[in-house]
């Protein structure tokens, strides 16, 4: 699929070396995709025998560069909102139906935790690809030992994972989630990371079954401080473990812009550096950032709209996700159909992004996503359940979403404010029951240590909660100063 075409090289020195795509090109006009709108709209078909690959250098594995993550499962009754919250049963039937279609649409890898569905995930999973050939899928999952981190409690989340998952051995396994820390217990992020993995033996332990075959491929999953991203990459370099790959939150709002939206997040454009030094492979998390890179504001839309009305606008950020070169697999929790079938479009094949392009996106697009200084939740769910009850991301999302649809009016001058006033009101007790609604929380913080992004919840939840009081009022909002 290479070719000569230059209109398709990036040449941008900083952002064209951190992808590496200089001699990687497609034709634009030999690519065909899918037709369709948004990504809920109605889609052709997806072509079958067209998925892009690519090879993990340390296994020979060849992984399909879309990979289904199973955090965000399909779940009974979700026409009363059960989706939304997480909280639902989860639809056996509808997510073995989404497996089979996406294997037999190309996509081989599937990754899970022992956290996903509130602990369900994996065994949704294991049903679901135990009705195939074990030689046809790869799967992923995590040392997910945040909580309970003693060496017994670790090596038996293993275990589990093991029979969970109805397998003798993982494909790629992952120390989840490094970087954070819990200061209720004392514990920064070098001192999380050392109970969890050093002190206790688990990384020896997981050395070992690398050693035996049980784990193939072994990387690490990074949020937080860059110190134990760097931590973690040296131990590499002193050979106290060999990591193959390294999974990382990368699209096209973090790659320039990440610390800026959140001072606890790093930059993709470092990250990816520091793994394309080293020949390491990335696994992509978060290519839509909780789905906020696929619900963009209508101005927003319509831009990317008219440089390309043929696709969706999710599929922009998977193509700019999937085309750096040391990119092994980019994951998408695929709740529904139609997101499986959108991305399966975007990645059946892989148009590159041209220079241009990528430069629309940088520099036009996620500036103005700045400017509308949303709350960065990714909908992870990791906050939940709340002891006192309450939807933290349903909160978080509805808020973002009205923003971005610029419903959160806080003055009553401006000539918009009764249209937005009714229509955050109105979508709030639609999107969130009342008990469960921000004026709830009494502030308790177990939220903010469970939080990837680090966002100080009860913070949010209280101003959010004030300014429903203050439209409700049908006043202006003025927010106490921090």
């Keep these: ?65 879309l990979g289904y993550g199973m955090m965000r499962l399909p779940t009974k009754n979700d ?103 819990r200061e209720e217990d004392g514990l920064d992020a070098m001192g999380l990371f050392n109970a969890r993995f050093v002190e206790n033996g688990i990384m020896e332990f997981l050395n070992q079954k690398k050693k035996e075959g049980v784990i193939r491929n072994l ?21 106290k473990v060999k990591f193959d790959f390294v999974l990382i939150e990368l699209n096209y709002l973090d790659w320039k812009h990440a610390k800026e939206i959140n001072d606890y997040n790093t930059n993709a454009e470092y990250l990816y550096g520091e793994l394309e030094k080293r020949g390491l492979m990335a696994f992509v998390m978060e290519p839509l950032l909780g789905g906020r890179l696929s619900k963009l504001p209508d101005k927003l839309v319509a831009q990317l709209k008219q440089r390309d009305p043929d696709h969706s606008v999710a599929s922009w950020a998977f193509r700019y996700a999937g085309t750096p070169k040391n990119v092994l697999c980019v994951l998408s929790g695929m709740t529904y159909m139609e997101h499986l ?34 709350i960065p939740c990714n909908d992870c769910k990791y906050c939940m359940p709340c002891p006192y009850g309450i939807d933290i991301p349903g909160i978080l999302v509805h808020y973002n979403k009205c923003l971005s649809a610029d419903h959160v009016v806080k003055s009553k001058a401006d ?18 029951p009342k008990l469960r609604q921000a004026d709830h929380c009494i502030g308790c913080g177990k939220c903010i240590s469970s939080c990837p992004q680090r966002i100080n919840i009860p913070k949010e939840l209280h ?15 003025k927010e106490q100063p921090s």
């Design 79 to 181: 026409h009363i909102g059960e989706r939304q919250n997480g909280e639902g049963e989860i639809d056996q039937e509808m997510v073995n139906k989404q497996v089979d279609y996406a294997l037999e649409h190309g996509v081989n890898l599937f990754d899970t935790s022992p956290l996903y569905c509130r602990g369900n995930s994996e065994t949704s999973l294991g049903i679901a690809l135990a009705r195939h050939d074990r030689k046809k899928y790869f799967i992923s999952t995590k040392m997910s030992n945040m909580h309970e981190f003693t060496r017994e409690a670790s090596i038996e989340m293993f275990e589990n994972s093991l029979k969970n998952l109805q397998t003798t051995y993982f494909d790629y396994y992952l120390w989840h989630n490094i970087g954070g820390s």
């Design 1 to 65: 699929m290479e070719n000569n075409d230059k209109k398709n090289i990036f040449t941008r020195r900083s952002f064209l070396k951190g992808l590496g795509i200089g001699t990687v090109a497609v034709g634009a006009s030999t690519i065909t995709g899918c037709a369709g709108g948004e990504q809920h709209d109605t889609q052709q078909e997806p072509p079958i025998g067209k998925m892009t690959y690519r090879t993990c250098p340390t296994s020979g594995d060849k992984v399909s560069l």
């Design 415 to 432: 000539p918009a404010y009764n249209e937005a006033r009714r229509a955050f009101l109105i979508g709030y007790d639609r999107s969130v």
């Design 219 to 239: 990387g690490f999953s990074y949020h937080g401080d860059v110190s134990i991203f760097d931590h973690a990459l040296r131990l590499h370099d002193e050979g």
């Design 463 to 477: 101003r959010i909660s004030d300014f429903v009081e203050a439209i409700k009022q049908g006043k202006d909002f």
């Design 341 to 374: 079938k959108d991305n399966l479009c975007t990645y059946s094949p892989l148009r590159p992004l041209t220079n241009e392009e990528a430069r629309f996106l940088d520099e036009h697009i996620s500036k103005q996503i700045v400017d509308y200084k949303t």
